[in-house]
């Protein structure tokens, strides 16, 4: 049992140390990363029916018990996001590696891919605060070899911007440890729960929102957002799609985390819905002035951040629920919708809207993949994102938070107006004379798979509405945590 | 590259660096019971590859270090990993030591733990970072 939680971290570093070592064979290292991420999605559906049934796996690392040592805690949230992203890491693998110039520019990039992995894994399952902050170092030092490897001017230009700013949340990140150690004396997140109580409320107050703004930035929610819209779309489309799909929802799984468990509140949080709101209204507003597919997605990340955050600011089971629903939607939709993205860059040559006409006509299968991820982003029925939104607004009704349900539903209709935008400037008018350039059919099958298991989530809804639901009882019961992780040797 | 090397930097070196691969090898060893260990062994291993870098320039390294960096990084990942696979198989958890006692004729008892393993792997993995580090800045690119 406690083999199987550990192995989502170990699987992507082993394959990690397997493609340095053989790595003056290409064709090697694809074939244990993608073998690797097969496993590890493997591994992480095993978790997914195991933890719901049989309860949460804890392993104390090395042997030492907490509060002493690292322990890696696979509840509910942890396993439902691994598996989640471990099937966005695959298809994102397979179409990088179908495309070819990603990994045969970049030496070492399924190495670095796996590393991001293992990151991911460990952010996911860890039940302490410092290592939180490690696996946040491994995932972003990851991203910085990622998005800075094609330097050109403006590339290198953003890739700054993206590394300063991911350098100083680190700074901050370890800030706010070092003072919630300085206070309590322990980074466990079973052992904080209750040293906690003993903090006076307004420095108690103090240390929850600092943590909250460190993982806002790396969240991506206003006003800490700027850097996302500049650096993402600079990126080769798998990594933008993989940044897009996974890392500000890491960021958004420790704000629900730490918040939950460590700073909870009975009634909705005021503040957390405005800044909620204030997210999604800047977000979509920037993407509907843009001009490039890419960067409208990006402004939409951001909107979309603000759905999630608002699910948390309710403070309720449902609303909670909601959130993680909505989290499991983004990352898979966001992730198909930028690898569509990268499929019309590849067979147009460019991403830009008025530069591409009529891609409906020439690439049917290309608007065929595009239409459901935009009206799922939208949330129109019955798609995941419909499911999401239509459960958030319900546990809006729920604490009588009118006013942010109506911009969130405000939101939306945006949301609708931009992808309209990309649809009629791209996929409508006049097809240019000339046929498209090929694209590899395994970036095609990778999106379609993607994106077919966009539609599994809101065909399934039911089972992950209620999966959300239980493991948005275990975050909100006071206790539940810490009587897992506490006592287990081994 | 071209280098003027100075005759005092040349004879520091050879004195200097097998002395540090020593002091490495000894720290390395002793490293789970008292004050070292693999990161602080590999740093100063690596510091006597800078100082041959210095000295003897990107071919006198490749010399000293006749494999490739980049496979000694992967190479260390796994021997750490490995001292891990070791604890979740002897022990039942990742990552715990576990210990043999051998028998070795003169010497005596000598207690081999896992640990060992995952320093040595600490070990390699510092030193072909720090060469891979400086071998890409320090090489001329044509």
């Known amino acids: 049992m406690s083999t199987m939680a550990t192995l989502p971290i170990v699987i992507p570093l082993a394959a990690a140390a397997m493609t340095l070592i053989v790595q003056r064979s290409l064709k090697a290292e694809r074939v244990i990363g993608i073998a690797a991420s097969i496993a590890s999605v493997a591994v992480a559906i095993w978790l997914l029916v195991t933890v719901d049934q049989d309860g949460a796996i804890v392993v104390a690392i090395g042997g030492w018990a907490a509060p002493v040592g690292i322990s890696l805690v696979a509840d509910r949230l942890a396993v439902l996001l691994l598996a989640t992203s471990a099937v966005a890491l695959l298809a994102v693998l397979i179409y990088a590696v179908s495309q070819k110039s990603t990994d045969e520019e970049l030496r070492g990039f399924h190495a670095v891919y796996q590393m991001l992995a293992a990151g991911v894994a460990l952010a996911l399952l860890t039940g302490d605060l410092f290592t939180l902050f490690v696996a946040f170092e491994i995932m972003l030092t990851a991203s910085y070899v990622l998005l800075t490897h094609r330097a050109g001017g403006t590339e290198t230009r953003a890739a700054l911007t993206y590394v300063v700013i991911g350098l100083v949340a680190s700074a901050l990140l370890l800030t706010a440890i070092g003072l919630i150690y300085a206070v309590t004396g322990t980074v466990n997140l079973a052992d904080l729960t209750v040293k906690l109580d003993a903090v006076p409320g307004g420095l108690?107050?103090?240390?929850?929102?600092?943590?909250?703004?460190?993982?806002?930035?790396?969240?991506?929610?206003?006003?800490?957002?700027?850097?996302?819209?500049?650096?993402?779309?600079?990126?080769?489309?798998?990594?933008?799609?993989?940044?897009?799909?996974?890392?500000?929802?890491?960021?958004?799984?420790?704000?629900?985390?730490?918040?939950?468990?460590?700073?909870?509140?009975?009634?909705?949080?005021?503040?957390?819905?405005?800044?909620?709101?204030?997210?999604?209204?800047?977000?979509?507003?920037?993407?509907?002035?843009?001009?490039?597919?890419?960067?409208?997605?990006?402004?939409?990340?951001?909107?979309?951040?603000?759905?999630?955050?608002?699910?948390?600011?309710?403070?309720?089971?449902?609303?909670?629920?909601?959130?993680?629903?909505?989290?499991?939607?983004?990352?898979?939709?966001?992730?198909?919708?930028?690898?569509?993205?990268?499929?019309?860059?590849?067979?147009?040559?460019?991403?830009?809207?008025?530069?591409?006409?009529?891609?409906?006509?020439?690439?049917?299968?290309?608007?065929?993949?595009?239409?459901?991820?935009?009206?799922?982003?939208?949330?129109?029925?019955?798609?995941?994102?419909?499911?999401?939104?239509?459960?958030?607004?319900?546990?809006?009704?729920?604490?009588?938070?009118?006013?942010?349900?109506?911009?969130?539903?405000?939101?939306?209709?945006?949301?609708?107006?931009?992808?309209?935008?990309?649809?009629?400037?791209?996929?409508?008018?006049?097809?240019?004379?000339?046929?498209?350039?090929?694209?590899?059919?395994?970036?095609?099958?990778?999106?379609?798979?993607?994106?077919?298991?966009?539609?599994?989530?809101?065909?399934?809804?039911?089972?992950?509405?209620?999966?959300?639901?239980?493991?948005?009882?275990?975050?909100?019961?006071?206790?539940?945590?810490?009587?897992?992780?506490?006592?287990?040797?081994? | 590259m071209n280098i003027r090397r100075s005759p005092l930097l040349t004879a520091g070196t050879r004195t200097m660096v097998p002395t540090l691969v020593l002091f490495s090898v000894y720290l390395l060893i002793v490293g789970h019971d008292v004050p070292g260990g693999g990161f602080a062994g590999g740093l100063i291993a690596s510091s006597a590859l800078l100082l041959v870098f210095l000295t003897f320039g990107s071919r006198g390294l490749e010399r000293a270090l006749p494999v490739d960096p980049e496979a000694l990084t992967g190479l260390g990942l796994a021997l750490a990993i490995l001292a891990g696979l070791v604890g979740l198989v002897f022990e039942g958890t990742f990552l715990t030591y576990t210990y043999a006692s051998v028998t070795v004729p003169i010497i005596g008892d000598i207690k081999v733990s896992s640990l060992l393993l995952f320093d040595l792997g600490v070990y390699t993995l510092v030193i072909g970072l720090v060469a891979t580090a400086v071998l890409r800045l320090g090489t001329e690119t044509s």
């Not at chain 1, 704000?255 to 405005?274: A, E, H």
């Not at chain 1, 008025?354 to 935009?374: C, T």
């Open chain 1, 204 to 490: 108690r107050a103090g240390l929850g929102w600092l943590l909250f703004m460190v993982f806002g930035i790396k969240a991506a929610i206003f006003p800490l957002f700027f850097w996302l819209p500049d650096s993402y779309p600079l990126a080769p489309t798998p990594v933008t799609a993989l940044f897009a799909g996974l890392l500000t929802k890491i960021g958004v799984y420790a704000i629900i985390r730490t918040q939950t468990l460590l700073f909870p509140s009975d009634g909705p949080v005021t503040l957390m819905l405005v800044i909620a709101g204030l997210t999604m209204i800047v977000g979509v507003l920037g993407a509907i002035a843009q001009k490039d597919i890419k960067r409208i997605l990006s402004f939409h990340i951001v909107s979309q951040i603000g759905y999630m955050i608002m699910g948390l600011g309710f403070f309720t089971v449902a609303g909670v629920a909601a959130a993680i629903v909505f989290v499991v939607h983004q990352i898979i939709v966001k992730a198909s919708l930028f690898l569509v993205g990268g499929l019309v860059e590849s067979s147009e040559g460019t991403g830009a809207i008025d530069a591409v006409n009529g891609v409906a006509r020439r690439s049917p299968w290309i608007a065929a993949l595009f239409l459901p991820s935009a009206l799922s982003l939208a949330g129109f029925p019955p798609f995941s994102g419909f499911v999401g939104k239509l459960a958030l607004v319900e546990a809006g009704f729920g604490v009588g938070s009118w006013a942010v349900v109506g911009v969130s539903l405000l939101a939306s209709v945006l949301t609708v107006f931009s992808m309209t935008k990309i649809w009629g400037g791209v996929f409508w008018g006049k097809p240019k004379d000339g046929s498209p350039f090929p694209v590899a059919r395994g970036m095609a099958v990778a999106t379609a798979s993607l994106v077919a298991v966009g539609l599994i989530i809101a065909v399934g809804a039911q089972p992950l509405v209620e999966y959300a639901e239980r493991a948005a009882v275990d975050l909100m019961a006071e206790g539940t945590y810490r009587g897992l992780v506490m006592g287990v040797q081994g």
